[in-house]
């Protein structure tokens, strides 16, 4: 027996089953997983320029004819209101707000025929949300990750059933079907669940991050302010532990304190050309902190973006890929002992964005010509990307790649073929492969296939290579 609630018939989805759209983790892929599963995948695009959000929408549209949505903050108006029309002409069925409230385009959204959610925390917001016409409520308990009230969910979800006589979806600590049923009972439409989607395979998110997700109890996370002036629930670290909330500054503000203050810590794995330009800007002394401050990264990844060009030193490319893996020469502390044999492993699943170059190619370029360039011989450098998940298509041999990317020639086979010269080892999942009806014949000449990614990492670690975070 299925599930079917007044939400499955206004997203025209299977499932009353929502991915939270959030920033920074919910993009293209995921988000079309959820969809294509029968559930309604939101992409998570706060802070982030129209264009890009533009990319991301024709990249779920690549990937999966089903309906999904897009979410914003109402907080950050400015992009807000220069993105509606890339909302609308993207194709989104659904438009979520984040932070407030989206009065200046809720009737431009609803004439375009996008159904508009509104988060809220609390009843108050809840009916006011109603009240200027929007057609769904999620209602956040403060179980929740990322920006949250202090209302919890059992107290919170039936209240706002009862005040408004719109659909209200429940969100806050959700991770499974118990949840859902739960979430029924309170006289819910759906569920909205944000964290439990982070750890999977095709999150927004690096190894470091989902593995904290996973690996973290109950008690392992707090609100404060200190990220973004808002309260935010984040895994505890050392900026939020015993962070006085009436000290934080408004909003933006606070945000960009953050980010010079390097609170949000490594963004590791999540953005690779934020993280490699940025991580070298991190001024001397300056504290770097574990996963917990990622909640907030895709505000963070914003700001950093805005940030960079005022202060990054230029970059060379070279002296063994001319085109790609462009680095910024360090004067380095770390002594690299002559004759080190520098052997690792790049774990690789995001996919390229559409039309460009998959990131980890760049990574590993970027490693190879820095190190080469600061005297390592190339011959003592030996990488391996073990490749799963949807990255797996940026190997295709241009035919497979053009039937399943609407013609479009392949922007990674350049690079592939130009790292395979230099000895790079490009090892495929045969697992994730066959999931995705994917043959070695299909792959790019060189490309080798493994049992599965589990036995390339096996193997390439008793040949002495180590699993390198980035
Ligand atoms: C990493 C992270 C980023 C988030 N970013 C946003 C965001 O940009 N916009 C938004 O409306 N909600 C955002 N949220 C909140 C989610 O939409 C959702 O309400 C929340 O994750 C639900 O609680 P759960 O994590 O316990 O499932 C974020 C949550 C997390 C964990």
């Known amino acids: 027996m299925t599930i079917h609630t007044k939400i499955c018939d206004l997203l025209g ?9 959030m920033g920074g983790v919910s993009y293209a892929e995921v988000c079309a997983a959820v969809s294509a599963a029968g559930g309604f995948g939101s992409l998570g695009m706060a802070g982030l320029s129209p264009r890009f959000i533009a990319d991301q929408m024709a990249r779920v549209k690549d990937l999966t004819d089903k309906p999904f949505g897009v979410d914003l903050l109402t907080a950050q108006p400015e992009t807000l209101t220069a993105s509606v029309e890339v909302i609308i ?26 159904v508009v959610m509104c988060m809220a925390g609390n009843v108050r917001h809840a009916v006011k949300a109603a009240e200027a016409g929007c057609d769904v409520i999620i209602a956040q308990g403060t179980e929740g990750g990322g920006h949250t009230g202090s209302v919890a969910s059992v107290a919170l979800w039936p209240q706002c059933v009862d005040a408004v006589d719109i659909p209200v979806i429940a969100a806050g600590g959700l991770f499974d079907g118990r949840g859902l049923a739960a979430a029924l009972a309170f006289g819910c439409a759906g569920v909205w669940m944000g964290t439990r989607f982070i750890a999977s395979l095709e999150a927004h998110a690096g190894q470091p991050y989902k593995d904290a997700i996973v690996g973290m ?8 302010k200190v990220f973004t002036g808002k309260t935010l629930r984040a895994i505890v670290n050392d ?15 606070q945000v960009a304190e953050s980010v010079q203050l390097n609170r949000l810590g490594p963004i590791a794995g999540v953005v690779d050309d934020v993280t490699h330009e940025w991580r070298p800007l991190c001024r001397a002394g300056a504290r770097c902190h574990g996963p917990g401050g990622l909640t907030m990264r895709g505000l963070a990844i914003a700001a950093l973006l805005l940030a960079m060009p005022a ?19 360090i004067a380095s502390d770390l002594v690299i002992p002559k004759g080190l044999k520098l052997r690792h492993i790049y774990d690789v699943t995001a996919a390229a964005k559409r039309g460009e170059r998959n990131d980890a190619l760049e990574t590993a370029a970027r490693f190879i010509n ?22 797996i298509q940026d190997l295709l041999r ?12 392949n922007a990674s086979a350049d690079a592939v073929a130009a790292l395979l010269k230099h000895n790079v080892r490009i090892i495929v999942c045969g697992q994730s492969a066959d999931a995705q009806g994917i043959a070695k014949a299909d792959l790019l000449p060189g490309v080798e296939m493994a049992i599965s990614a589990s036995s390339a990492h096996a193997v390439l670690q008793a040949e002495g290579y180590t699993l390198n975070p980035f």
């Open 13 to 21: 989805v299977e499932h009353p089953v929502l991915l939270a759209g």
């Open 239 to 253: 900026s939020n532990r015993d962070f006085d909330n009436s000290t934080a500054k408004p909003f933006v503000m």
């Open 370 to 391: 820095s190190h080469v360039a600061a005297g390592v011989p190339e011959a003592d450098i030996a990488l391996a990307l073990v490749v799963h998940g949807p990255a």
């Open 217 to 224: 109890s109950e008690s392992d996370t707090v609100i404060s």
């Open 89 to 114: 002409k993207g194709g989104a069925k659904a438009f979520i707000a984040g932070l407030g409230v989206p009065v200046a385009i809720i009737s431009e959204l609803k004439q375009a025929g996008v």
């Open 398 to 409: 241009p035919a497979p790649f053009a039937a399943r990317k609407a013609g479009a020639a």
């Open 311 to 329: 202060l990054a030193a230029p970059k060379q490319l070279g002296p063994v890929f001319a085109d790609f893996g462009a680095f910024v020469p």
